[in-house]
């Protein structure tokens, strides 16, 4: 019998702190503890990306850095990608894109964060609901994102092209779970994503996908009539996903929809 240590730490991308925080406390702590006092045990560990982010936005990266000491790991390397660029969010509170910035990961430079956040402000204001229990994780997130000095991080698609085909076969060879609702593989495991994608076509016509297809026809990677076809897929209301996910936040579907769809549109 062939016996292999396997660590899975995992916690939805929605989960609030307190639980995120009784996890840490109660499981992954303890589990690393362990494996500190018997540093010849020999494991394979594997931490969902959300579990990772939300660790940074509640400073908890101690238990990081413990992790990286374990494994004798200094790097943090992570796998974004040119092609993810979205202008158009920042572009709905009328912020303009500057194609020619070095840096693509974050809005960079103090007057350009404040103007930025100034004009999020304004618009969260005409609605107080974004004022709610969630604030302090989005404040805290937005701050390890954009602002918080980063320490032995790089992005291995800065050096390397990120080739669609290679990435596909590449998790096909590992038997990688796909969605049920739709054949794209970019940020399926990810229920909010089909939400805010729902919203963003129904309201102003185009969604992610649509950016991202773009900025690989820019590059020369696709041509238009493939990313033409690919979007009439991608861009399809991914319902099942969308269930799931109301059910996880205990949301009514139908009046969550009938709500969404009633919003005026951008478009005539």
Not at 125 to 154: H, M, V
Request: with cysteine; charged share 25%; net charge positive.
């Amino acid at each position: 019998m062939l016996w292999i240590n396997f660590l899975h730490l995992y916690q939805p991308a929605n989960a609030d702190a307190v639980h995120i925080k009784e996890a840490t406390d109660l499981s992954y702590l303890r589990i690393i503890r362990a494996l500190e006092e018997h540093p010849n045990l020999k494991f394979t560990l594997n931490i969902s990306g959300c579990l990772v982010l939300r660790w940074k936005n509640l400073k908890m990266t101690d238990l990081l850095e413990r992790i990286k000491k374990l494994t004798n790991i200094k790097l943090n390397l992570w796998s974004f990608n040119p092609f993810e660029v979205t202008y158009f969010k920042a572009g709905f509170l009328g912020v303009k894109p500057k194609f020619k910035e070095k840096e693509i990961y974050s809005l960079g430079g103090i007057r350009k964060q404040l103007n930025y956040q100034c004009l999020r402000l304004m618009a969260m204001i005409k609605n107080p609901r974004y004022f709610n229990k969630s604030l302090w994780d989005t404040l805290s997130g937005e701050y390890y994102r954009s602002l918080a000095e980063k320490k032995d991080c790089y992005h291995i698609f800065d050096y390397w092209l990120w080739d669609e085909k290679i990435v596909e076969s590449t998790l096909d060879s590992y038997n990688w779970e796909r969605a049920e609702d739709t054949n794209a593989t970019w940020r399926v495991g990810d229920g909010t994503a089909a939400l805010y994608n729902y919203i963003y076509f129904t309201v102003a016509g185009f969604t992610e996908h649509d950016t991202f297809r773009s900025n690989q026809i820019r590059e020369g990677e696709i041509t238009r009539e493939r990313a033409l076809k690919l979007i009439e897929e991608e861009n399809r209301p991914r319902f099942q996903s969308l269930r799931w996910y109301f059910n996880i936040l205990e949301i009514d579907f139908n009046s969550t929809i009938k709500k969404i769809n009633k919003i005026p549109k951008l478009y005539n």
